[in-house]
């Protein structure tokens, strides 16, 4: 198993990485070097996924990776008609078209060895709207729309599609997203039915599981892990 994590170098995507050390060889990839290599992997790519990604596409074909979790994003927050159009380019880019692209890289070889599995990280805010948020919504709706598709299109070959739906969980990007919003973290933890944010290793844990063969019949799905936040109030 050769596994591709994106963001690799704190949050989430770094407990994956940590989660998934000893599962298959691990590559990883993000913007800090430094971090990339504290890491316990077989190798990195440096790679600004707003930018050129040529690299990382020779990275993925070269190690060919039948594994490929699309876990780095950005968020951003603000009234539409106040967002700055390269900004909008720049979060599309890094959260949808350079997920899709690494997803395109990747399918060739696991169509081949019959085996995959592609796992994005997705957002509540793409299963529910957020407010102030269209941008980074939309974005994370945009991953749905690829999984539902990609998983019929690639089911003959035995690779499974899911994006994982997070709620607020405590990250750099979680806790700078509260300081950005009109709320304070106590009147966030109020809206969230399990009262806590969901820690970065629940989710780690959850993508071990979809790589499993016991969870081969989960495919095109979104999975929510937002303790209880979408459900309601
Ligand atoms: N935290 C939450 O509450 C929450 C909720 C729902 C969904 N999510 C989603 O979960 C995923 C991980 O978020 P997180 O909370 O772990 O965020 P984080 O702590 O800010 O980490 C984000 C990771 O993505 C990488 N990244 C960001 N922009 C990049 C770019 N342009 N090019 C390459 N790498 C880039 C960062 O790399 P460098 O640090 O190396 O630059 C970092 O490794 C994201 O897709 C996010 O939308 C998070």
């Known amino acids: 198993m050769n596994i591709l994590v994106t963001g690799a170098s704190k949050g989430i995507g770094k407990a994956i990485a940590e989660e998934l050390q000893d599962t298959g060889n691990l590559f990883v990839t993000g ?123 690639l089911a003959e070959f035995n690779i499974t599609v899911n994006t994982i739906n997070p709620g607020w969980v405590e990250t750099g990007l979680g806790m700078n997203s509260i300081e950005e919003s009109d709320f304070s973290k106590e009147e966030i933890i109020e809206c969230i039915p399990q009262r806590r944010f969901v820690k970065p290793e629940e989710v780690a844990k959850l993508v071990k599981y979809l790589i499993t063969e016991d969870a081969k019949g989960i495919t095109g799905q979104g999975i929510n892990i937002c303790a209880g936040l979408s459900v309601g109030i």
Do not use: Q
Not at 35 to 53: H, R, V
Not at 72 to 80: C, K, P, Q, S, V
Not at 97 to 120: C, D, H, Q, S
């Open 31 to 153: 913007r800090n070097i430094e971090a990339l290599e504290s890491l316990n992997s077989k190798g990195f790519c440096a790679c600004n996924l707003a930018e050129d990604i040529s690299e990382l596409i020779t990275f993925i074909k070269k190690n060919k990776i039948d594994v490929l979790i699309n876990n780095a994003g950005e968020y951003i927050y603000g009234a539409i008609d106040s967002v700055d159009f390269d900004k909008i380019n720049h979060l599309y880019n890094t959260n949808l078209i350079a997920p899709t692209k690494l997803i395109a890289a990747a399918v060739t070889n696991m169509k081949e060895k019959k085996w995959g599995r592609i796992i994005n990280i997705g957002s509540i805010s793409g299963v529910m709207g957020e407010a102030h948020a269209g941008i980074y919504s939309a974005s994370k709706a945009g991953l749905l729309g690829l999984t539902k598709a990609l998983a019929l299109e």
